[in-house]
């Protein structure tokens, strides 16, 4: 079946640095990846969605500078959270769909981001 | 943008019973709407979806309906048991290589033996 692999999966960084995630999809070519944050005891808010080899799109109020999304070929997505503070701390998790594909989403494992 | 609202966001029942978590959406071009397990710390889990064509989906002790009018979904859980004690979420999408998938707020549910 298809997978998507996400490390890491958990980071502790001090505040003011910045952490990449990595995601990467092993078996199928993911046209479509889609980033969200999870607060403890709380839903999955989507932060921003991208597209192979163009800028992606972000939800009202996530701040694009700050969350930086590359998602430079069908197969890794990478966010990476600049000048972290301990607001960010959070679980982050990707979403890809399949090239082609019309329904179904593929989730990574989510990495927990600690900022101290 | 799409909406949705999950109710209840907590449910404790007793082993062997059913539990009913209930959804609305807001976008009419919503036409997937699948269910989520999740574990502390992990994934959400896929434990069923529907598509707007379907009124009714069943998968053993679990399953969905849809009222495309009402624009809600509902999953019914049956013969609860300890292991079924997890968080929901709902979700809907208008499918679509660019539809994005959006929560609901989540149940939290508790079967006690």
């Known amino acids: 079946g298809a997978v998507v692999s996400q490390h890491p999966s958990w980071v502790i960084c001090k505040s003011g640095t910045s952490v990449k995630i990595e995601c990467r999809s092993l078996?199928?070519?993911?046209?479509?990846m889609f980033w969200y944050r999870q607060f403890p005891k709380q839903s999955l808010m989507l932060m921003a969605t991208?597209?192979?080899?163009?800028?992606?799109?972000?939800e009202q109020g996530v701040e694009k500078d700050k969350f930086l999304i590359n998602h430079a070929s069908l197969t890794l997505s990478t966010l990476t959270v600049t000048s972290a503070h301990p607001e960010d701390s959070s679980f982050y998790i990707c979403?890809?769909?399949?090239?082609?594909?019309?329904?179904?989403?593929?989730f990574g494992s989510g990495t927990r981001l600690t900022v101290v | 943008g799409e909406n949705v609202e999950q109710h209840p966001s907590t449910l404790s029942v007793q082993e062997g019973d059913s539990a009913v978590i209930k959804c609305t959406y807001s976008?009419?071009?919503?036409?997937?709407f699948p269910w989520y397990k999740q574990e502390l710390g992990k994934r959400p889990q896929l434990i069923i979806d529907?598509?707007?064509?379907?009124g009714e989906k069943k998968d053993q002790r679990i399953a969905v309906t849809l009222n495309k009018t009402a624009k809600h979904f509902s999953l019914h859980i049956t013969e609860t048991q300890p292991e079924d004690s997890a968080v929901y979420f709902c979700?809907?999408?208008?499918?679509?290589?660019?539809?994005?998938?959006?929560f609901g707020k989540g149940t939290k549910l508790s079967v006690k033996p």
């Open positions: 976008d009419s071009a919503s036409n997937y």
């Open positions: 979700a809907a999408s208008w499918g679509g290589s660019q539809g994005n998938l959006i």
């Open positions: 979403s890809a769909k399949r090239q082609g594909g019309y329904y179904g989403y593929t």
């Open positions: 529907i598509r707007s064509n379907v």
């Open positions: 078996d199928f070519q993911a046209t479509t």
């Open positions: 991208s597209n192979e080899g163009s800028k992606a799109t972000y």
